[in-house]
């Protein structure tokens, strides 16, 4: 089991910045690959970022790119997702996730943590 806890979501002014951090406990933190991902209202969830579990790779959805960027630190069981110039259409609740490998699906998720962004 691995549970996953969101923090760092909040309001923001468009063209803002925002940093999340999604912090693990449980079996190895570094022996999975980690994901953000963002549903708004109405909307069907979406990939945001992906992340290696060496951090080697990642893969940033073409709407984010450029803005959004996702690392982690294995020695605080801790993944990140910097948000920079910040959109409206950003307005979401944002979600790690974790799955053992680019194979398996992603098993374990966090509660989630609101970003609003006005304009």
């Known amino acids: 089991q691995v549970q996953l806890v969101e923090s760092g979501g909040g309001l923001v002014q468009a063209g803002g910045s925002l940093r999340l951090s999604c912090t693990a406990s449980?079996?190895?933190?570094?022996?999975?690959?980690m994901g953000w991902f963002r549903q708004a209202p109405g909307k069907e969830r979406e990939t945001v970022a992906r992340?290696?579990?060496?951090?080697?790779?990642?893969y940033h959805a073409d709407s984010v790119k450029g803005r959004f960027t996702i690392s982690r630190d294995n020695a605080k069981n801790t993944v990140y997702l910097q948000m920079n110039s910040l959109k409206p259409e950003d307005t979401a609740v944002y979600y790690c996730?974790?799955?053992?490998?680019?194979?398996?699906?992603?098993?374990?998720w966090g509660q989630g943590t609101q970003v609003t962004v006005s304009s």
């Open positions: 992340i290696s579990r060496s951090g080697g790779s990642t």
């Open positions: 996730a974790a799955r053992k490998g680019a194979a398996y699906q992603y098993d374990y």
């Open positions: 449980g079996r190895t933190f570094s022996g999975y690959d």
